[in-house]
């Protein structure tokens, strides 16, 4: 039931409440005054109470019906504006595979004229060491030979660069093509859920319609529901309890042989949505680190950890959406072996004004209101308030949690929460005793570059 009904309901019985106590009062008072004889006063309740009512309900059914109108339009519009972006994006997905295609053409073309540039040197070069054999050869002659060699070097210098770029650029164009994929996914899970939302409309419309022709007044049950959510205390007291600790271990060989492994300890929680479950945090807790020039790792290994049991770590995978937010996939059952809650991610992410903030690291806690900004949907942006526990100083890597007690989502920066709505992967690390395979150096570029075309408000 609407809630402006059920407040509608109240009042007009809070009001009956009232006038049958004062004209009891008054029936009281005259028997007082006149005699001690005991008397029985029956109130007769408002014969057009019960009309009062169906025509209040009708009212709320009115604008129930007008409400649900307004939420179709939206809804159509909203899907027309997913298609919309659905086209766009299938349309630079196209023009991306066509400026690859073009690309590819262009590095065969260069690589053949390297290849036959490469055979003119080796031509120039046999016959200047023959003709340098030769008596007869004269300096004019042998300077031309050397300068048409140098000519020919230089050539195959510019074609190697040129090869070199086009490398970078179809790089570049295969990760563009890899986010306009996730992008369309994303845009078709949003208009399934649109789709759902509308349906559960429809379902709540027919179910006030039948409970309108069917009111009645003696069987009326009236709930209130405390959305005040759970406390502070109460989340973090939850995040002590079922943390779990990240250890990475990264190994590289420096310079002259020197040792330059890394290690990394830190804590987060397990999520699921609704379907896989993963532990997730900042890449900055683990040993990896975004850069123009990417680390080569040798190794890489890793364990969860809750009390006394542990489970290693198969692979890290980078969001689609940040790349900076990272997250390691774990089966059901070695979940169950680890022996802790599974937070959901939030079902209604801005159901509430605040949200409360988790350090990983630092061991801190607070509440903090959020902003919505329209110009980035997968971002709110946390405003500090009032201080509840240590140092409060949120940080990127802060886990962000809901009033319901569900993981809302993770610090890209200092300001910036991503919320999680689903878990899709970018680039992906296998874990192991052996990397070189899997250019780790590539992938963390490729996510550098991506990070740092993000808005400058999100670095």
């Known amino acids: ?74 809804l159509a519009q909203a899907r027309e504006t997913a298609r919309q972006q659905e086209e766009q994006a299938a349309q630079q997905a196209r023009q991306v595979q066509q400026m690859m295609q073009q690309l590819q053409q262009q590095r065969t073309e260069l690589e053949k004229q390297y290849a036959l540039a490469q055979t003119n040197i080796q031509t120039l070069t046999q016959k200047l060491q023959s003709s340098a054999s030769e008596a007869s050869m004269t300096k004019e002659k042998l300077a031309a030979r050397e300068a048409e060699l140098q000519k020919q070097k230089v050539v195959a210098g510019n074609l190697q660069q040129q ?26 899970q ?25 009111v009645n007044i003696s069987n009326t049950r009236v709930e209130f529901r405390d959305d005040r959510g759970l406390t502070a205390n109460t989340i973090f007291d939850d995040f002590v309890k079922n943390r779990v600790q990240t250890s990475f271990y990264a190994v590289r060989t420096g310079l002259f042989g020197s040792d330059s492994s890394r290690n990394k300890i830190s804590q987060t929680v397990l999520v699921t949505d609704g379907a896989n479950t993963y532990a997730l945090c ?21 364990l969860l950890i809750h009390n006394q049991a542990q489970i290693a770590i198969r692979s890290l995978s980078f969001h689609v959406q940040d790349p900076r937010v990272v997250y390691m996939p774990i089966t059901k059952a070695e979940a169950a072996q680890l022996g802790c809650k599974v937070f959901p991610i939030s079902s209604d992410p801005y159901k509430f004004q605040d949200a409360v903030l ?42 962000v949690f809901s009033h319901a007690g569900e993981l809302l989502g993770v610090m890209a920066n200092d300001s910036y929460c991503l919320v999680l709505h689903e878990f899709a992967e970018s680039e992906s690390v296998q874990f192991g005793p052996s990397l070189q395979n899997q250019h780790t150096g590539e992938i963390l570029s490729r996510m550098y570059s991506y990070a740092y075309q993000l808005p400058s408000r999100l670095q």
């Not at 109130?43 to 025509?55: H, Y």
């Not at 650029?169 to 306009?180: G, I, P």
């Not at 900042?282 to 990417?294: C, E, I, M, N, S």
Request: aromatic share 4%; charged share 20%; hydrophobic share 35%.
């Open 1 to 74: 039931m609407n809630r402006s009904i059920l407040i509608v309901i109240c009042d007009f019985l809070l009001l009956s409440l009232l006038t049958f106590s004062t004209d009891l009062s008054k029936i009281v008072g005259q028997d007082e005054s006149t005699s001690t004889v005991k008397a029985h006063v029956t109130a007769k309740p408002p014969e057009n109470s019960g009309k009062d009512l169906a025509a209040v309900m009708k009212q709320a059914l009115a604008e129930e019906q007008g409400n649900r109108e307004q939420l179709q339009a939206e």
């Open 190 to 214: 949003q208009v399934q859920a649109e789709q759902a939302q509308n349906a559960r409309l429809v379902e709540g419309y027919k179910t006030l319609a039948t409970n309108n022709n069917t």
């Open 282 to 302: 900042h890449v900055q807790d683990t040993p990896l680190t975004l850069a123009d020039r990417g680390t080569d790792w040798q190794g890489l290994t890793g």
């Open 163 to 188: 090869i070199e770029l086009l490398n970078s650029r179809l790089q570049s164009a295969e990760t563009e093509k890899r986010l306009s994929s996730g992008q369309i996914a994303m845009m078709q």
């Open 358 to 399: 988790v350090g990983a690291r630092e061991g801190y806690y607070g509440q903090c209101s959020f902003q919505i900004d329209l110009t980035m949907p997968e971002y709110v942006k946390m405003v500090r308030s009032k201080q509840l526990s240590g140092k409060f100083s949120p940080s990127r890597g802060d886990l």
